[in-house]
């Protein structure tokens, strides 16, 4: 009986260790690096702002410290920084846009960590909860010592029918976070809103909003393809290329905003005067459309969150409770 209870320790060890190793690998696929790289960002951003207000001109070993902090930030900071001082505009007005914009986007990402908590620590309970109820069952049911094998099987096979509810409500609860997104899109709404700083920052170099918005195109293209197709789709969602509710969808929020972008450079070359004030109100948009997403998944976080409770874990612990009678019961007679 030890033997077999080794046994059972071990399978619930490894079977722990796989799930721990896949949310892992999640969190590797989700930007949670740059999350966390924020704060020294913030930091960064801040200690530039007060050597200037205070009139102290930074060295330049200081402003190539903005080159080497994580994507896209980096080249955002760097790359916006360097134009207006080649062209003599301010400065300061950009890095405070940008350190706004990184407060912003860490404030966003805790406020939905803490909205998902209640999902991922279901998602941990369910985990655990199948070998706590075979240890009880199998210390009550006196018949299911003399069936230790057949109990082992069955604790197995629940846990790993349970477990995968557990990965489910866990993918649940992490998609939520990022307004539905899938892993490889999850960064396209901060480089959209990056993208309109960058663009917001060139304009107020002097360069001409379309020559702008053409070569930050270019390099947009370089790195994320498949974003700036969509932000040349956006003229076409009422032919049907685009469809739903742009509250509810951030890859139509996001088209939607490349569509504002396009009207706004047009706007400014028909009437020729500077576009800054209708790019700021778009990003602005922009971010209050990405929010409004966020928060529909995570006020439905609840209810979705029952479809793998009721069919993986449920099942699984009546079906465990119903073995561990039916052996107890079986033996008895």
């Known amino acids: 009986m030890d033997s077999v209870w080794i046994a059972t320790f071990a399978f619930g060890v490894l079977t722990a260790r796989a799930l721990i190793s896949g949310l892992a690998d999640w969190k590797k696929a989700n930007p949670e690096g740059e999350l966390a790289a924020l704060p020294r960002i913030s930091m960064v951003l801040a200690d530039l702002e007060?050597?200037?207000?205070?009139?102290?001109?930074?060295?330049?070993?200081?402003?190539?410290?903005?080159?080497?902090?994580?994507?896209?930030?980096?080249?955002?900071?760097?790359?916006?920084?360097?134009?207006?001082?080649?062209?003599?505009?301010?400065?300061?007005?950009?890095?405070?846009?940008?350190?706004?914009?990184?407060?912003?986007?860490?404030?966003?990402?805790?406020?939905?960590?803490?909205?998902?908590?209640?999902?991922?620590?279901?998602?941990?309970?369910?985990?655990?909860?199948?070998?706590?109820?075979?240890?009880?069952?199998?210390?009550?049911?006196?018949?299911?010592?003399?069936?230790?094998?057949?109990?082992?099987?069955?604790?197995?096979?629940?846990?790993?029918?349970?477990?995968?509810?557990?990965?489910?409500l866990w993918k649940m609860a992490d998609d939520a976070r990022w307004a539905g997104l899938p892993h490889a899109k999850r960064d396209w709404p901060l480089i959209a809103r990056c993208t309109y700083e960058r663009l917001i920052a060139k304009v107020r170099s002097g360069t001409p909003p379309d020559l702008a918005w053409k070569e930050l195109a270019t390099e947009l293209y370089a790195d994320s393809p498949a974003l700036?197709?969509?932000?040349?789709?956006?003229?076409?969602?009422?032919?049907?290329?685009?469809?739903?509710?742009?509250?509810?969808?951030?890859?139509?929020?996001?088209?939607?905003?490349?569509?504002?972008?396009?009207?706004?450079?047009?706007?400014?070359?028909?009437?020729?005067?500077?576009?800054?004030?209708?790019?700021?109100?778009?990003?602005?948009?922009?971010?209050?459309?990405?929010?409004?997403?966020?928060?529909?998944?995570?006020?439905?976080?609840g209810v979705r969150a029952l479809k793998p409770l009721f069919i993986c874990v449920a099942p699984s612990l009546l079906g465990l409770i119903a073995a561990g009678i039916g052996l107890g019961l079986w033996r008895g007679i």
């Open 50 to 168: 007060e050597s200037i207000e205070a009139g102290i001109l930074p060295e330049a070993a200081r402003w190539e410290a903005l080159a080497e902090l994580p994507r896209p930030w980096g080249p955002l900071a760097h790359g916006s920084a360097m134009e207006l001082r080649r062209s003599g505009s301010a400065v300061l007005p950009t890095l405070k846009r940008i350190r706004g914009l990184a407060d912003e986007h860490r404030e966003s990402a805790r406020l939905a960590r803490a909205q998902s908590a209640q999902a991922r620590a279901q998602a941990w309970v369910c985990a655990i909860l199948i070998p706590l109820i075979g240890l009880t069952l199998y210390t009550l049911l006196p018949g299911l010592a003399e069936n230790t094998g057949l109990w082992f099987a069955c604790v197995a096979g629940a846990l790993t029918y349970s477990s995968l509810g557990s990965v489910w």
């Open 228 to 301: 700036v197709r969509l932000f040349h789709i956006a003229g076409a969602r009422e032919k049907g290329a685009l469809r739903g509710d742009v509250e509810g969808n951030p890859l139509i929020a996001i088209a939607e905003s490349g569509r504002q972008i396009q009207r706004t450079l047009r706007a400014s070359m028909i009437e020729g005067k500077p576009c800054i004030d209708r790019l700021e109100a778009a990003a602005a948009e922009l971010s209050s459309r990405m929010r409004a997403c966020a928060a529909k998944e995570l006020s439905s976080l």
